[in-house]
């Protein structure tokens, strides 16, 4: 490791010359310095985009790379999911979306670079936040702190990719494409409420990271105190104001948000192009030379990857390229052409720092000058946010609408301004083209099967499934005596307090419906009267976990499912307690267990006829696939939630989650940060239409199986086409 901060000049000045002399040594191919990433000895302004591989299909990543390469990007960042590789402790898993290698390829076939984030903590609104659920199970560990078991275990895994990437070939020094690596994410943040094991850990994790070897430069987003080596990064809706810990590290944006993600529950952020434009212009014009549009593809939590717990099944993300892979017009072309101007003039950006000259209250001109003091290239900025001006610089008039830059890479001509967009809008629609006909079959939700166990009071969710299903049964039974049940015919009440996130209450096989939290706070309560008689009474709670957390201080600690207490009241003999009583539990439905969602699985039950609207039921569907090449999406919005499956590939969990009716606003682009207005879907589902990979898809025979746990209605169901026209 390089000296510690110390404030003072001799010191600092000699560890600045140790490090330049350590990043620019011989076989070095990127190094970096006060002003950029140096790639082969050339400082490089870089435009980087978030495509994370997991969230599309291989079939998917050419297509996807080469329309990032088409709108101006360098580099394709991505974070590497753990859970997804390594399921289960030690059977590794790297094929189909979790083929990694090919995806690094690919982008260095398409002559692009890639900023591999390894964490292996991710956030990303990715289930567990990119831990596999097994981890919370190795005995004494506790996740990113100063820990022997996490830290053992973190350190194998990162270990393990780099020698991957190194045995392919993939980093930059050895004709590859990776240039830059992240070892945690935004740990920062964290160092004040981790305690006393934080800030050694975060100290521990550059140390091991960088003692991989990699040969490139290592980042830590949002981790102020990064120690050298290694680089602190900005994340943001605006990073101008962002500066390193160190003179001689770049200044780099790991994530600049297109948009925002999607809960069910919430509306459906969207950032406009033009304040994306203006804060990247912003940031370049202050000396940054990394931007990393997080997300430029978003694409879809598949299966059960979503995070949260609540988030939403898309990850569109208001991305330049839309879920299913089609350009989000303005938005892509508005930023290939931000980029062009940015590249006109990267020779000069990268040679030196701006200098400031002030041209009016709000207006401000930004000059990289050549060596001889010349200007060479200008970025002309109004930071009102509505009045448009007239400025004059170096001796000419220049037209700036409000809250815009720019761009004089000759620093005569204004060849780009941010709020000024040429490019056309295009809305894709959504055409109709498959309706289905249906069967279906219903689980019993009075029974439970051979798996079934019993304990002494209430479990937690997670550590009886390890997320293995997101359903978790409590069952249990109330003796109900002679004289206990009120005379005035009311029936008990009985109360259930969750941790979340969702659950189902049945009695005596009756369903008493279902309660849900929300993104904001997943715990709920049911309390409501139930029928129960003299005698013995079946209680059956279904819990369901809708994501586990990728956020927060110790998430891994946060419960899921009936906690309780649960009580029975309005009994003769007072209230009673069942928190603590005999429950048997079982992992999973049974429809799970039988694969009902697989071509073979799904011929172990009888299918009965369509329409079931009971809770918890199963429908499938033949279908033909839709013709063309266009990309396809499910219209669950008439159903209530569940999960569905096409051909066996696992689509997703649905749920026709509305989203409250206040909150959307005109979406102006002045100041937009993720509090704005700047929302849609107010008042209606917040995601209605599920994506289904084309390569999913065969031309006939495909199979459409749909879990349903509330009921809803198959009418509505119906896949279709999304295009332009
Ligand atoms: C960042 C985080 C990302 C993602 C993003 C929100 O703070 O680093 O992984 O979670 O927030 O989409």
């Known amino acids: 490791m390089a000296p510690p901060l110390v404030a003072g000049g001799g010191l600092l000045l000699a560890a600045f010359l140790a490090f330049s002399l350590a990043a620019s040594s011989a076989n070095a191919a990127v190094s970096y310095d006060h002003r950029s990433l140096v790639i082969n000895g050339r400082r490089r302004i870089l435009i980087s985009g978030s495509i994370h591989y997991p969230r599309s299909t291989p079939e998917m ?35 189909d979306r979790y083929d990694l290698v090919r995806f690094v390829k690919l982008a260095k076939q398409a002559g692009l670079y890639v900023h591999l984030r390894i964490g292996p903590y991710v956030c990303a609104e990715w289930n567990f936040g990119g831990f596999p659920v097994w981890l919370k199970y190795v005995p004494g560990i506790s996740f990113r702190t100063d820990n022997g078991p996490f830290k053992a275990e973190m350190q194998r895994f990162v270990e393990k990719i780099v020698s991957m990437m190194k045995s392919e070939r993939l980093f930059e020094w050895q004709g590859g494409p990776i ?24 100290n521990w994790a550059a140390k091991m990271a960088v003692a991989t070897n990699t040969g490139v ?19 943001g809706f605006y990073c101008d104001y962002f500066t390193p810990n160190k003179k001689n590290k770049p200044t780099m944006w790991t994530e600049a948000w297109t948009g925002w993600f999607t809960s069910f529950g919430g509306a459906v952020p969207h950032r406009p192009v033009e304040d994306m434009a203006f804060a990247v212009a912003r940031f370049i014009q202050k000396g940054g030379s990394f931007v990393n549009y997080y997300m430029y593809h978003g694409g879809t939590n598949f299966g059960r990857t979503a995070g949260g717990p609540f988030i939403a099944t898309s990850y569109d993300y208001d991305a330049p390229i839309d879920e299913y892979g089609l350009l989000r017009q303005p938005k892509w072309g508005h930023l290939r052409d931000l980029h062009k101007a940015i590249k006109q003039a990267e020779p000069v950006l990268v040679s030196g720092d701006p200098t400031v000259q002030s041209l009016g209250n709000y207006e401000k001109a930004y000059v990289f000058k050549s060596k001889n003091g010349a200007c060479a290239a200008a970025f002309l900025s109004n930071y009102h946010m509505n009045a448009a001006v007239k400025v004059r610089f170096n001796g000419r008039h220049y037209d700036l609408p409000a ?83 009120s005379k005035n015919g009311q029936w008990p009440q009985l109360t259930i307090y969750s941790a979340g996130h969702s659950m189902q209450v049945f009695v005596n096989g009756k369903s008493y419906g279902s309660v849900y939290g929300g993104y904001n706070n997943p715990k709920l309560t049911y309390d409501g009267h139930v029928k129960m008689w003299q ?86 569907a033949l279908f033909t696939a839709p013709a063309g090449s266009d990309p396809v999406a499910l219209d669950m919005g008439s159903m209530g939630k569940g999960q569905m499956w096409v051909n066996g590939h696992h689509v997703g969990r649905y749920w026709s989650y509305k989203a409250p009716s206040g909150g959307c606003g005109r979406c102006s682009y002045a100041g937009t940060y993720r509090q704005d207005k700047c929302r849609s879907n107010c008042g209606q589902l917040s995601q209605r239409w599920y994506h289904v990979p084309r390569s999913w898809l065969k031309p006939g025979g495909n199979l459409l199986v749909v879990l349903e746990e509330y009921g809803g209605d198959l009418a509505g169901v119906a896949m279709a086409t999304r295009r332009t026209t």
């Open 61 to 95: 990543w050419p297509g996807l790379i080469q329309k990032a390469k088409d709108g101006g990007l360098d580099v394709i960042q991505t974070y590497v999911f753990w859970n997804g590789h390594e399921p289960v402790k030690g059977q590794y898993y790297f094929s």
């Open 179 to 202: 240039i830059m690596t992240q070892v945690e994410n935004e740990f920062g943040p964290m160092e004040s409420v981790g305690g006393s094991g934080a800030k050694p850990y975060a």
């Open 217 to 235: 430069p290592w980042v830590m987003c949002k981790q102020e105190d990064a120690p050298d080596t290694v680089i602190n990064t900005c994340n």
């Open 403 to 485: 809250w815009s830059i720019s761009i004089l890479p000759d620093c005569k001509t204004a060849v780009f301004n941010t709020a000024t967009v040429k490019e056309p809008t295009l809305l894709p629609k959504m055409h109709l083209v498959v309706r289905f006909a249906w069967q279906s079959y219903s689980e019993d939700t009075n029974s439970l099967d051979g798996s079934a166990f019993t304990k002494n009071g209430l479990v937690e969710q997670l550590s009886m499934t390890w997320d293995k299903s997101d359903y978790l049964w409590y069952t249990t039974y109330v003796n109900i005596g002679a004289n206990e049940l």
């Open 535 to 620: 005698g013995s009474n079946k209680i059956s709670i279904l819990s369901s976990a809708v994501g586990l957390p990728n956020d927060g201080n110790h998430f891994e600690r946060w419960n899921v499912g009936v906690l309780g207490p649960v009580t029975v009241s309005g009994l003769n003999s007072g209230k009673r307690d069942l928190s603590h009583q005999k429950w048997t539990y079982q992992v999973g439905l049974k429809g799970e267990s039988l694969g009902l969602h697989t071509v073979t699985g799904s011929s172990s039950v009888e299918w009965g006829g369509p329409g079931n609207r009971q809770p918890l039921t199963w429908h499938k």
